[in-house]
């Protein structure tokens, strides 16, 4: 599916997760980990948005000039299962194109730390997905981060909200950096370019 943005539209990258701090290491809030980096990056705290149940960041990503992009950082913080009422409030709110929304989420379908790019598609069970496609339609970018299958016969609820393993925790700040990147290529380089670079 070939995408046209409008330039003059800001993009919007919401990080799902949970809000509170006995979640803020589960494997189900690594989309508020990218997002704490890329506010990190531009410079700027979230603060609590007037005109939806989030927090947000305004700021420029990529290099200073006509190339940056304007993005507005989201975490919903109303819960995960119905975030796609905060980030569709700011998607109006901002007149963000659909096609300039980016999700940032946990994926049990793909192996720790490996990183997948797509537009559009279906939710894969995953709540956050489901609320956002429900509110907005499917056509939104979706930087996944692979957090694997839960071992055994642990059910998939108490996995996602379990925190990274130890083990998990030696590589995660470099993981949630490269996702960072790879939100960051999405939106400056186009989504082709950055899956060549970030669909490991």
Do not use: C
Not at 137 to 164: E, N, S
Request: charged residues 25%.
């Amino acid at each position: 599916m070939h995408v046209t943005t409008d330039a003059n539209a800001p993009w919007l990258i919401a990080g799902l997760g949970n809000p509170g701090p006995e979640y803020a290491m589960n494997r189900h809030n690594v989309g508020f980990m990218v997002a704490d980096l890329l506010a990190q990056r531009v410079g700027a705290k979230f603060k609590r948005a007037a005109k939806a149940q989030a927090q947000v960041v305004e700021g420029r990503i990529g290099a200073p000039g006509p190339a940056s992009r304007r993005v507005i950082l989201v975490k919903p913080m109303s819960y995960m299962n119905v975030s796609g009422g905060p980030v569709t409030a700011l998607r109006d709110f901002y007149k963000v194109p659909t096609e300039q929304i980016v999700a940032v989420h946990d994926e049990l379908d793909i192996d720790y730390g490996t990183l997948r790019l797509k537009l559009g598609g279906g939710d894969n069970g995953h709540n956050g997905l489901k609320s956002m496609t429900k509110a907005m339609g499917p056509d939104y970018h979706r930087v996944r981060f692979g957090i694997g299958r839960p071992p055994g016969r642990m059910q998939v609820a108490d996995f996602v909200l379990k925190d990274f393993s130890s083990t998990e925790r030696k590589e995660l700040d470099y993981l949630v950096d490269r996702a960072a990147d790879a939100a960051e290529a999405l939106i400056i380089e186009g989504l082709e370019r950055a899956q060549s670079t970030y669909n490991s």
